[in-house]
């Protein structure tokens, strides 16, 4: 029995040893004067890349119904609270009005986005989605979360965005 035991320790270790070959480590750093090895391949740097949500721009107007909106400098209070109730009750299950939650907050969009944009997006994410560069950027940083069409009508939609010039 004993005999038996040495003999298949031996084994073991005789595999172990075997299968341990020698290592080849790659130097993959590069010493000053040297170029890279003809078969590697230089490694590009990820570019430094804003997220969607914190993206600016001021230009798109998004794609859907509203082409042009001209916000008065003065906001106006009642609509703005109007837009608060819309907000409460189609809203805030997925938006958060100063943090991000399911989709993204917001306060301060009006600082990233157009008027036009934010109505379009409220009025018809899902073509939003669709067609809209940003849109679908947004779509892939919130986890492929798509906005919910609450069906809102285009005057408490823009009650809505009254609102966000409040936050």
Avoid at 35 to 51: C, N, Q, V
Avoid at 82 to 109: L, Q, S, T
Wanted: proline content about 8%.
């Amino acid at each position: 029995m004993k005999s038996i035991m040495k003999s298949i320790t031996a084994i073991a270790i005789l595999s172990l040893i075997s299968c341990g070959g020698k290592e080849e480590k790659k130097n993959d750093s590069i010493q000053i004067g040297q170029k890279p090895a003809a078969t590697e391949t230089p490694k590009e740097e990820p570019a430094a890349s804003t997220k969607p949500s914190e993206t600016i721009d001021l230009t798109n107007k998004g794609v859907g119904p509203i082409k042009n909106l001209e916000l008065p400098a003065e906001i106006d209070q009642a609509m703005a609270a109007k837009g608060m109730e819309v907000y409460k009750n189609k809203c805030m299950a997925c938006h958060k009005p100063d943090k991000k939650f399911i989709g993204p907050a917001p306060k301060g969009i009006l600082l990233r986005r157009t008027p036009e944009w934010i109505m379009n997006m409220i009025l018809d994410p899902e073509d939003m989605i669709k067609k809209d560069p940003l849109a679908k950027a947004l779509l892939v940083e919130f986890n492929g979360s798509p906005m919910a069409n609450q069906n809102l009508t285009e005057e408490e939609a823009r009650q809505v965005l009254e609102y966000f010039r409040t936050l």
